[in-house]
Every structure is written in structure tokens, then in C-alpha cells.
């Protein structure tokens, strides 16, 4: 949805003689969320494996289990924190089989939830 609103509202600066931002944003816009969309759909959201907890974004974030020092629960996130690094989990996108493994990984550290 956001590729075709972005492609809406640049495809007239393509025919206008627009500044060459424009027209880079124009074609960049797009083409990055139909990429940000297929790279979702081929990775998970999250990776539990080989005691770490990773997120497959564009800029993955991981954090080893046993360094885990607090994790808190606010607005629907989890927040996983050591002492230098801090990972936040949305849990609304997760499907519930996959946050129920989620649930039962960080259960078996032992630590506080807050």
C-alpha cells in the first residue's frame, strides 16, 4: 500500500521538471517498500537459535539469551535489555504459535519480568 501511495504521488514529478530529489525520491520510495515487504515475507520476524534472539530487519539487531539481564512488557513489546544492547520485540505482529515459543524461551531464563 505505502509502494502505490508513494508511486501516486511521485509518478507526476516524473513528467514535471521537478528537482532531481523528487525524482529520486520518486523511484526510491517505492521500490524500497516493495523490497522492505519481500523481505519480510521471506524472513521472520524474529529468530530464536544458537541461545540468541535475533530480528531480521534490514538492520538486524541480536542479543545472546544468557546476557539478558531484564526483560519488560509495555504496550504490547518486550523489551530485552543487557548491559550495553536493548532489543524491542512487537509482539502484535508475531503469529500466536510463534509467541507462545517466544513466551516459553524467555520463561526458561529465569529472570524478572517488569
Not at 26 to 45: D, E, F, H, M, W
Request: hydrophobic share 45%; charged share 20%.
Amino acid at each position: 500500500m505505502y509502494a502505490l501511495l508513494f508511486l501516486i504521488i511521485g509518478l507526476p514529478e516524473l513528467f514535471r521538471d521537478a528537482d532531481i530529489w523528487m525524482f529520486v525520491l520518486a523511484i526510491l520510495l517505492p521500490i524500497s517498500c516493495v523490497l522492505r515487504c519481500g523481505y519480510q515475507k521471506k524472513y521472520q520476524y524474529i529468530t530464536i537459535e544458537h541461545g540468541s534472539i535475533r530480528t531480521n530487519n534490514f538492520f538486524q539487531k541480536e542479543v545472546q539469551l544468557s546476557e539478558i539481564k531484564t526483560i519488560e512488557k509495555y504496550a504490547g513489546n518486550y523489551i530485552l535489555k543487557t548491559d550495553t544492547k536493548k532489543l524491542t520485540i512487537d509482539t502484535t505482529i508475531i503469529a500466536p504459535n510463534s509467541l507462545t515459543a517466544l513466551n516459553a524461551a524467555l520463561d526458561n531464563l529465569a529472570i524478572e519480568w517488569y
